[in-house]
């Protein structure tokens, strides 16, 4: 065999050995891989302005490469704080209410606030030390002046912890967050819980002890209180209702010498979380903050609602960004005065959504559920004669739900404790729509969109290779899980 011939003879061999490696098994060419669009994979949630769905589980969309006018990238490698819960204030007020019910009744009304499957699964409550200005009577855990007399009130034990405890049955991972309207009446200087200061020093000791003792026999009745501040709204003072002054430098103190030791001491983990008031007196958390010694004691800061807006949360965070957020009171009632949906998209992007989007953990209405009358109050005269609860019960125990109820279910339903937030994006955005997004512990993301633009929107949502088309209506809210 000539050189010539050898040469064609290894060419055709490597030809066939390279075209036949190419092949699978069963010598089909292989294929090029194109992306698989699953069907159904995205829950929808839609509220709408005129009521026509309220909080409606719709038809379930599927993952597509349709085209649509802008997109949201969901982008869940970029995380940021990790999510308690939304919720109210289960008053005392709101526990009588509730209280009263049928065992029935009440089992269907607790269901569809804190079940995430029958209800909206509420996760996060907060509960007063004593009386606020709605409670059944003004009364404290400490009556007599003797620390040691320390008890929980029987207005509480019978209708208070029954509650609790029946709540807790339905959702074992509730987040408490305690906070007074007033210290003992005993404690200060004017010897009532209406107006007024502590006494001083004196009665720091026992005021810090309060707190403990709380805790623990909260505790024992197999209650976990996950955090507390130590005055309500503390620049607040009236003689209508339970209040009480505490300037900075007091609650700095009282944090520092005597609380946060003794919580250590005591092997205490409730969070201590200062403030409690509104947005426009940021330098309050800040100069306590400002103290290297309160601030190891202190988990973070929280807000109301009543006075300035949410960018305080800014001002706070660029200075300690290890410190947490939480947002702990905002009322609807009668001087709102848009339509319900109007109200309701109102508090969802001036509140929820702008607070936790600036890394608040929780967002917590007040009343979690008045009577028609917007109470029982404490008073007839002093503190909201007109808020609204997330529910209101009638005396023949059908419930009515309001705005709020809507409001926290579009979050609570969907972002479950653990929750992460996570970042999205979006360059030409429309001016009047708003995004929440989060990512659950189970792997599973959340979209929130509100979309009050003037007109109806057609977006992609992208996460990842996947993304799902949309088109929402104008003066509407969304919640997508996916």
């Not at 004017?190 to 004196?202: A, D, V």
């Not at 009543?306 to 290890?322: E, H, K």
């Not at 028609?372 to 009515?400: L, S």
């Not at 009050?452 to 809210?477: A, I, L, P, W």
């Amino acid at each position: 065999m000539n050189k010539k011939s050898i040469f064609v003879f290894l060419f055709l061999l490597w030809a066939f050995i390279f075209f036949t490696g190419c092949k699978h098994s069963g010598d089909e060419p292989v294929p090029t891989p194109t992306p698989q669009d699953s069907v159904g994979d995205v829950s929808v949630w839609l509220t709408t302005g005129n009521e026509s769905c309220l909080l409606k589980k719709m038809a379930p969309i599927n993952f597509s490469r349709d085209f649509a006018d802008f997109t949201i990238v969901i982008d869940t490698t970029t995380t940021y704080q990790y999510i308690d819960g939304f919720g109210a204030a289960l008053t005392g007020s709101s526990a009588h209410l509730i209280h009263q019910m049928s065992a029935q009744n009440r089992k269907k009304l607790l269901d569809d606030l804190f079940d995430p499957e029958k209800g909206i699964g509420i996760n996060y409550l907060r509960i007063t030390i004593g009386s606020s200005d709605f409670s059944i009577g003004t009364y404290s855990y400490c009556d007599s002046p003797d620390i040691n007399k320390f008890d929980i009130p029987e207005i509480d034990r019978n209708e208070l912890l029954p509650v609790l405890k029946e709540i807790l049955e339905i959702n074992p991972s509730m987040k408490i967050l305690a906070s007074p309207w007033s210290a003992p009446a005993w404690m200060k200087s004017n010897n009532s819980m209406y107006g007024g200061s502590l006494k001083g020093e004196e009665v720091y000791n026992d005021f810090a002890e309060y707190f403990v003792r709380y805790v623990q026999v909260f505790e024992q009745e197999g209650i976990h209180i996950d955090a507390l501040t130590i005055q309500n709204e503390p620049m607040h003072e009236t003689g209508g209702y339970p209040t009480m002054k505490m300037l900075w430098q007091e609650q700095n103190k009282i944090i520092r010498d005597y609380l946060g030791p003794k919580f250590i001491a005591n092997g205490i983990q409730t969070k201590i979380v200062i403030w409690d008031h509104n947005f426009d007196m940021s330098y309050y958390p800040i100069n306590i903050l400002n103290d290297p010694v309160t601030r190891q004691y202190v988990n973070g800061t929280g807000w109301h609602g009543y006075g300035g807006n949410a960018s305080a949360i800014d001002q706070v965070t660029a200075l300690y960004p290890d410190k947490e957020t939480y947002f702990t009171e905002i009322s609807g009632g009668g001087w709102n005065t848009d339509t319900r949906m109007g109200n309701m998209f109102y508090y969802m992007k001036d509140f929820i959504m702008a607070t936790v989007n600036r890394g608040s953990k929780n967002f917590l209405m007040w009343n979690l559920a008045l009577n028609p009358q917007h109470g029982p109050t404490t008073t007839t005269w002093g503190g909201c004669q007109d808020c609204r609860g997330v529910v209101t019960i009638n005396e023949n125990e059908t419930y009515i739900r309001n705005e709020e109820y809507y409001l926290l279910g579009h979050f609570a339903k969907v972002v479950r404790l653990g929750a992460v937030r996570v970042n999205n994006s979006c360059y030409n955005l429309p001016s009047g729509m708003t995004i929440s997004s989060f990512m659950n512990a189970d792997g599973s993301k959340v979209v929130v969109i509100l979309n009050r633009s003037g007109s109806s929107r057609k977006y992609n949502v992208r996460c990842g290779t996947r993304k799902f088309y949309y088109q929402q209506v104008d003066e509407s809210v969304v919640s997508f899980k996916f």
